[in-house]
């Protein structure tokens, strides 16, 4: 089955502008996890969406948002960009034993 | 609070064995899990510990240790293509999964 799909894939943005990101978990998986990853931070949580709630939030500005839709796609929305956004931003689908997270290839985005 | 711990790069020979420890500051967590990840790749899951004790995959195998807030990742027979950033990762009661920052294990040949 297809694996989890994150698109687009690459993204050049400007301060102050806003963002969204879109990824499409594996087909059953109901549990989707953001995180934000620049070098030597690791993996940041931001959240975690399942069946269409947000369960989980990390410690990240308001200006970070999310949500996700019946078919458990899920977007994340960045606002008013500042050049400390850069990064991969990453997004993993779980099915209902949740012991394995199965990422996408991540969105990186850049911004100037 | 919640913390991983885990060294930030590991340099090994090909052949050898290396082992990446974790440890944790948190509580109420089902298991710990490894995953590797490549220069531009997604991270890929390796191994999941819900018990104390080893868990052995292949070359690669996984500890934990509850009491010792502690585990470890064994890999053995090392060749080239395991050169790669590995993380530790906790799954918390309430469902979230919180990431180590990641050793970076350099090889030899």
């Known amino acids: 089955k297809a694996g989890v799909t994150q698109t687009p894939r690459y993204l050049i943005k400007t301060r102050g502008q806003q963002v969204t990101l879109s990824c499409s978990p594996i087909s059953g998986h109901r549990s989707v996890s953001w995180y934000q990853q620049t070098p030597g931070q690791g993996l940041q949580f931001l959240f975690e969406y399942f069946s269409e709630t947000q369960r989980n939030k990390g410690n990240f500005p308001g200006r970070f948002s999310g949500r996700q839709f019946s078919n458990s796609r899920s977007e994340m929305n960045v606002s008013t960009l500042e050049l400390g956004d850069s990064a991969l931003y990453l997004c993993a689908s779980s099915g209902t034993e949740n012991t394995e997270a199965f990422f996408g290839q991540g969105t990186r985005l850049t911004v100037v | 609070g919640q913390s991983l711990e885990q060294p930030s790069e590991v340099t090994a020979v090909e052949g050898a064995i290396v082992q990446i420890n974790c440890t944790y500051q948190t509580s109420g967590f089902y298991g710990l899990s490894w995953y590797q990840q490549h220069d531009g790749g997604a991270p890929t899951f390796l191994s999941y510990?819900?018990?104390?004790g080893l868990e052995e995959t292949g070359r690669f195998s996984s500890f934990l240790s509850r009491s010792d807030s502690y585990g470890y990742l064994l890999l053995q027979e090392l060749q080239m293509k395991d050169s790669a950033s590995y993380f530790c990762?906790?799954?918390?009661?309430?469902?979230?999964?919180?990431f180590g920052k990641g050793t970076r294990l350099h090889i030899l040949p």
């Open positions: 510990n819900a018990l104390d």
């Open positions: 990762a906790v799954r918390h009661r309430d469902d979230k999964i919180i």
